[in-house]
């Protein structure tokens, strides 16, 4: 009695091809993740923070990678690679205008020189037609904490839609090739 053990060999193969891709997978999950968490970031700009001077700035320099880097251009993702330490994955999600840490936790109030040209304030320093005041006055203005809102949402979500992807991924990878 002979057996055949090509579906068995077959799949040892596929499953240690598997194995050796897991790092680059796991790049793609969290970039994944980084890029999900900069969308709900875009997407509460865009639904609840005013834009300052309504430039879409704000909401444009969300971005996921790192941090460190400058990043001129719309793509939600840097380029970069996520850092890996030991098991762990970590990816950041920033925003680097020089006002996005302000919005994000609040200030206090003060007042700002320039002047309104049509529905836009243009800052000048000692403007002679006045300014305006942010915030009521001696106050505190409150963050918007659109950045802690995304990560909360992408958290409270991530765990159906990583292994809804995870899945996805080994049944492409484990599928019979060629047969479709």
Not at 28 to 45: D, F, N, P, R, S
Request: contains cysteine.
């Amino acid at each position: 009695m002979s057996v055949d053990n090509k579906g068995l060999i077959n799949l040892q193969k596929q499953l240690e091809q598997l194995r050796d891709e897991v790092p680059d997978i796991m790049e793609e999950l969290v970039i994944g993740e980084g890029v999900y968490a900069v969308k709900q970031a875009k997407h509460i700009c865009k639904n609840d923070v005013p834009d300052i001077m309504n430039t879409g700035d704000y909401r444009n320099n969300f971005h996921a990678g790192n941090k460190a880097l400058t990043h001129q251009n719309n793509n939600d993702h840097d380029g970069s690679r996520p850092q890996r330490s030991g098991r762990r994955y970590r990816i950041d999600v920033y925003n680097n205008l020089n006002y996005a840490k302000p919005l994000e936790y609040g200030f206090r109030s003060h007042f700002v020189p320039g002047h309104w040209s049509g529905h836009v304030f243009v800052y000048q320093k000692n403007d002679p037609e006045g300014g305006m005041y942010v915030g009521p006055y001696g106050g505190y203005v409150r963050g918007h904490f659109t950045l802690l809102r995304a990560i909360r949402r992408t958290k409270d979500t991530q765990n159906a839609r990583l292994t809804r992807k995870i899945d996805q991924i080994i049944q492409e990878r484990l599928s019979p090739r060629g047969s479709g």
